[in-house]
């Protein structure tokens, strides 16, 4: 004779299902076999700032040419303005260089390739090139080459955009720029991105006396 057993499942309520040791083993390895597909597809995420940030930090310090014929005084503006100011006087196929420490915020080597020149431009003066110190701690213009600089994880590079002049400029003309566009690559891909610089650099046609009265009053 068959006897009808009652269970929970059978009184219309949820049946309890005791999972095994086993069980939890196998769960546990399928999540960290899934975990390493996506590590080695993806590559660690960088925690410090994020996937979709910048590698880019902040400045940390600036140096100018100040035998380029260009150069004309530097300039620190009143009430703590946090931006020094380059000014400049025209003088025709002439170059002036200066300095930036540029921190590598990422937690991956951080390679900077150069500039983006806007060839498009048609003033009196335009960034043109880019050069790399690569001595181990020397904040100078002095050794640079066009080699790319690596630079290693919370470490700094000293980089030297080169401003190059045209034949000529136009009576009482000014410019100024105190951004650049940098070419570089992290983590396998290269990008370009618009900096942000410590500094502004001014140069003016006849008179860069007026850019300095300009800077120091308010």
Not at 100 to 110: A, C, M, T
Request: glycine fraction near 8%; include cysteine; proline fraction near 8%.
């Amino acid at each position: 004779m068959m006897r009808a057993v009652t269970t929970l499942a059978s009184e219309k309520r949820p049946a309890t299902r005791r999972f095994r040791p086993r069980d939890v083993v196998v769960a546990a390895l399928v999540l960290a076999a899934v975990a390493a597909v996506l590590l080695f597809i993806f590559g660690p995420v960088d925690v410090s700032f994020g996937r979709a940030s910048s590698p880019l930090g902040p400045a940390n310090g600036w140096a100018p040419d100040v035998r380029s014929p260009l150069y004309y005084r530097k300039v620190n503006p009143p009430f703590g303005d946090p931006k020094t100011n380059y000014v400049l006087r025209f003088r025709p196929h002439a170059q002036f260089r200066f300095g930036v420490g540029i921190e590598n915020r990422g937690s991956h080597p951080l390679r900077i390739e150069g500039i983006v020149p806007d060839t498009e431009w048609r003033g009196m003066a335009r960034v043109t090139g880019m050069r790399f110190q690569h001595r181990r701690n020397a904040y100078v213009l002095e050794g640079a080459t066009s080699d790319p600089l690596v630079i290693e994880p919370r470490g700094t590079g000293f980089v030297i955009p080169v401003v190059q002049t045209g034949a000529s400029c136009t009576r009482d003309a000014e410019e100024y720029f105190d951004s650049i566009k940098l070419r570089y690559s992290y983590r396998g891909k290269q990008t370009t991105e618009r900096y942000s610089l410590p500094v502004v650099v001014g140069i003016a046609c006849r008179n860069a006396r007026r850019l300095v009265d300009g800077v120091v009053t308010p």
